[in-house]
């Protein structure tokens, strides 16, 4: 009776001092096992001394009901008190805690870090003045010139002329900007100090772009509509990353002269920082250049050919417009100013003329390259990391239910003290809550360093990263919902299920069956890990064997020994009648080097990125209806150029010196040009060809054939391809009077091996040629080639990462389940043992369980994986699906973690010592 008065006196002075209810209970709760304990210590059993605890405890519903009607406990103070209660309580243990925390930080952080990828690549808007209110003129990518008579249906690039037509007939715009599809290749240097030129990006645009996009010099000015007028000073504006990049924020360079492409050119101002354009792109324009200057610094003579698409728009619409009439207004447009064309003025040139319309977009992302480059391995990534997350999520719930079930005498007595059923979900839910957010709170710093990982990995080529790995407030408040959504999902069934405890349960032994609710809950989770793990690992496992079949495939040439330099002769001022003595003197003086065996120079190399197309047509056939033209590559190549990239010549022969420009015009065809345009089956040698227009038909004659090899995607099977001198006449198109495809822009040097000093060496001599001539690129052909698997590379080692991730994380749910059975049958066990089962029995039954729950994982994990691979069938080479040489290695490996997760938990219970496990309750 003592204890019982002074339970009495406490409680009364809990509640003169205003004590919140969470730790009231938790008050009587620790005087309730104060009592039992003492009762213990005085040889009652332990079912006595509950009983006996909650006689003298019987009254205090009556004080708690008198509590609760006297101080009507506001929301939030009561929420207060669950949060601390709960906080108490994780404190209590430490070592669950620090478990759940680190699994959900992995969880939370790994899908923050990708909604950063997400939100920056795909949901994010140009940093300029209302990019709702902008409009892209087209929706397509289509990169960087076309000829605008080969297109049907939507145009999503525009020629010069047509850009104008559009512009100065569409009112309903404030502002219509155009942007160049590429990107103009540059040699840069100031007009006075540097004696050597340095490779640049940049960008025709027109002189509006600004203006239309709102955009302010940090230094300077932008460019004005003037400066892009006929016979206007030479301008241009520099990018604010390659200020910093190139002239160290140096403020002089504003107003300075700069050579570019050996032009003078002023520069106007430097844009903002965080502004890399109209595009999210890894290698963002060094220079913004009014399109009047095309002519002179660029290429291709685009801006004064009609016929030739090479320009993206942009507009900003004025309010109250509606989309869908100005979308017909500019289509009509699109069709008078396309009509002046003569190929839309043949027959089929009208019936194409006809389907031609726009479509207008939303602008406000600018032209979307990276994002549809991206999007389904971002959308991948979400819905693996997703995967992730609810393992982790089944886990802590797992945790949840054993630390609850662990806890049942506790719930049992603040039931017994009158604690409402909805009182004890709501704290249950607030400790999951609470230890979402520290999950969260870690999955932050997580995400960062796994944000810095993806990009490290995704760009690694880049030369400017556009994403910023710092949680932006959108991406906090995602990381926040999904700890949320989290704590939710993890909490509320462990809540929910030790919430059904009676308090008759605290006179007993609250923890003597395993065959409740909770336990079967529990074996789900396992069941749903282990499913959900094994959906991983065969993703894993698909796309680990298409990126080993990608880069060990036979692409038809060989990369050992062979580095490739890329350059721009046409950059540095060449005219076509110096381009002789050029290459002669890069053959001579790299000849002349140690360990050189062949220099071939060309257009373009296999799987760098680039390729030329044209119709092709032989010789003696009819022309072909329209769309059923033949599209062939074309490239240049040198007398060495086959042996360099080790393509080897089947039949006739390679490219001699005697090819020169005044001899008949030759090529040299591989074997899918043979199949496609000679189907006759007849010796192509001999036979001719010619490009673009059937009146040049008969224009060159095949002398040689080679293997066919892959030069733009390594998914797909060679593409007809012709080689031509690399100073023969193409009969191609030549805008300005030039053939640009007479500038070669790579060579091959083809070494007996590689020093490690080749670069500087492969530098100064170039710059010793010509220092106007610049080395834009240097890196091995292995390199190169390998750079074409950076994004399968990737998206194999983060799945990889992630089925590692899942298989640990199921792996330790078995076990933690697994343990928990055997502590709560260790009397059943010892009972066993006792009546003779020896441990080798036990161990079988222990196991059978635990190899029960992951033989269900896997009987619903397969036809989940088989029905996931289908979603990344697009991202697999040489791989089906429906792989079982996979899918039986990812079973495999799954049962045997299964296997090892429960035979530790097994060895412990048949280690248990009989006379011991007897006395456990």
């Known amino acids: 009776m003592r204890k019982l008065r002074e339970l009495w006196m406490r409680v009364l002075g809990l509640l003169g001092a205003g004590t919140a209810e969470a730790d009231l209970e938790a008050e009587l709760q620790s005087h309730v096992q104060m009592h039992m304990e003492d009762s213990v210590r005085s040889g009652l059993s332990q ?59 992995l969880g939370i952080g790994a899908n923050t870090a990708i909604f950063t990828l997400v939100h920056a690549v795909l949901l994010k808007d140009l940093p300029v003045v209302d990019p709702k209110a902008l409009v892209r003129v087209g929706d397509g990518e289509i990169c960087c010139t076309l000829n605008l008579g080969s297109m049907r249906g939507a145009f999503s690039i525009f020629s010069y002329e047509g850009y104008k037509y559009l512009r100065d007939r569409t009112p309903e715009m404030e502002e219509l900007a155009a942007m160049q599809g590429g990107m103009a290749d540059l040699s840069v240097r100031r007009a006075s100090g540097d004696t050597t030129s340095h490779s640049a990006f940049g960008e025709f645009v027109s002189g509006n772009y600004f203006q239309t996009f709102g955009v302010h010099a940090v230094a300077g000015r932008t460019l004005t509509p003037s400066d892009d007028a006929d016979g206007a000073t030479p301008v241009a504006m520099l990018s604010y990353h390659a200020w910093v990049r190139d002239y160290a924020r140096d403020p002089s360079v504003v107003g300075s002269s700069l050579l570019m492409n050996t032009h003078p050119v002023t520069i106007l101002g430097v844009t903002p920082q965080g502004f890399y354009g109209d595009r999210l792109s890894v290698n963002p324009p060094d220079f913004y250049l009014p399109i009047s200057q095309e002519p002179t610094l660029g290429f291709y003579g685009a801006r004064d050919k009609s016929n030739l698409g090479w320009l993206f728009l942009i507009g900003r619409v004025k309010p109250a417009v509606a989309i869908a009439s100005l979308q017909e207004k500019m289509s009509g447009l699109l069709r008078q100013s396309l009509g002046e064309l003569k190929d839309f003025q043949t027959t089929q040139g009208k019936a194409r003329l006809a389907q031609a319309h726009v479509v ?146 605290a006179m007993r032994g609250a923890n003597r069956s395993t065959r409740d609710g909770s336990s079967l809950l529990q074996r789900g989770l396992v069941v749903l890990q282990a499913a959900l793990s094994l959906v991983l690992l065969v993703g894993a496992g698909l796309l680990g064997m298409s990126l080993n079949h990608l880069q060990h495939q036979n692409f038809g040439l060989e990369a050992e020994n062979r580095v490739v330099v890329t350059m721009n002769p046409l950059k540095a001022g060449y005219k076509p009648e110096r381009l002789q003595g050029l290459y002669s003197q890069i053959e001579d003086r790299f000849h002349a080097m140690p360990g050189v065996k062949h220099v071939g120079l060309t257009l373009y190399t ?117 080689f031509t001198p690399m100073l023969q006449p193409s009969g191609l198109p030549a805008p300005g009077g030039m053939d640009a495809s007479l500038y070669a822009e790579q060579f091959v040097l083809q070494m007996n091996m590689i020093p490690p000093e080749l670069e500087a060496e492969v530098r100064r001599t170039m710059a010793s040629i010509d220092p106007n001539l610049t080395v834009d690129r240097f890196q091995t052909f292995a390199e190169q080639i390998g750079g074409n698997f950076d994004g399968e590379r990737t998206m194999a080692r983060l799945t990889q990462m992630f089925g590692l991730l899942a298989l640990v994380l199921a792996s330790v749910g078995l076990y933690g389940v697994t343990s928990y059975t055997v502590a709560g049958r260790t009397s059943e066990i010892g009972i066993r043992m006792a009546l003779g089962a020896k441990r080798g029995d036990v161990v079988r039954m222990i196991l059978r369980g635990a190899m029960l729950q992951a033989g269900l994982g896997l009987l619903i994990g397969v036809p989940a994986a088989l029905l996931s691979a289908r979603l990344v069938k697009s991202q697999l080479y040489g791989v089906t699906g429906q792989d079982l040489g996979v899918l039986s290695a990812a079973t495999l490996v799954l049962a045997l973690a299964a296997w090892v997760a429960g035979w530790i938990p097994a060895r412990r219970a048949a280690s248990v010592d009989p006379m011991r496990a007897l006395r456990t309750e």
């Not at 090529?667 to 496609?676: H, I, P």
């Open 360 to 505: 207008l977009a939303p602008g406000g992302a600018g032209i979307a390259g990276m994002q549809h480059e991206m999007a389904n391995r971002l959308h991948l990534l979400m819905g693996l990391a997703g995967l992730v997350l609810l393992i982790a999520c089944a886990n802590i719930a797992n945790l949840m239910l054993a630390r609850g079930v662990a806890q049942r005498g506790e719930i049992s007595v603040r039931m017994a003290l009158g604690a409402a059923r909805s009182r004890i979900i709501r704290q249950r839910l607030t400790e999951s809550l609470v230890l979402a957010c520290m999950g969260g709170v870690a999955g932050i710093a997580v995400s960062y360093a796994g944000t810095k990982m993806l990009l490290s990995l995704l760009f690694t080529r880049a030369v400017v990263m556009p994403v910023d790995a710092v949680p932006s407030l959108p991406v906090l408040g995602f990381a926040f919902g999904v700890s949320l959504v989290t704590g939710v999902s993890f909490g509320v069934g462990p809540a929910w299920m030790t919430s059904n405890e009676q308090p008759v349960n």
């Open 606 to 722: 296999p799987l760098c990125g680039d390729t030329w197309s044209f119709y092709v047509y032989p010789q003696g056939q009819r022309a072909p209806d329209p769309g059923q033209e033949v599209t062939s590559y074309f490239n240049r190549a040198s007398s060495e150029y086959f042996q360099s990239v080790g393509q080897r010549v089947v039949r006739g022969r390679p490219f001699t010196a005697a090819d020169t420009a005044t001899a008949p015009k030759v090529a040299v065809v591989n074997e899918a040009f043979v199949k496609k345009v000679f189907a006759d089956g007849k010796d192509p040698l001999g036979r001719r060809f010619g490009a673009n227009e059937i009146k040049h038909s008969g224009d060159f004659e095949i002398v040689g054939v080679v293997e066919d090899t892959k030069y733009e995607d390594a998914r797909s099977d060679p593409a007809p391809m012709y």
């Open 47 to 105: 079912a006595e001394a509950r009983r006996r605890a909650l006689i003298y405890l019987g009254g205090m519903e009556q004080t708690k009901g008198a509590y609760r009607q006297q101080r009507g406990l506001p929301f939030v103070e009561s929420l207060v008190g669950d949060v601390r209660y709960a906080l108490r309580q994780l404190a209590k243990n430490p070592g669950f805690m620090v478990t759940a925390v680190l699994t959900l930080a």
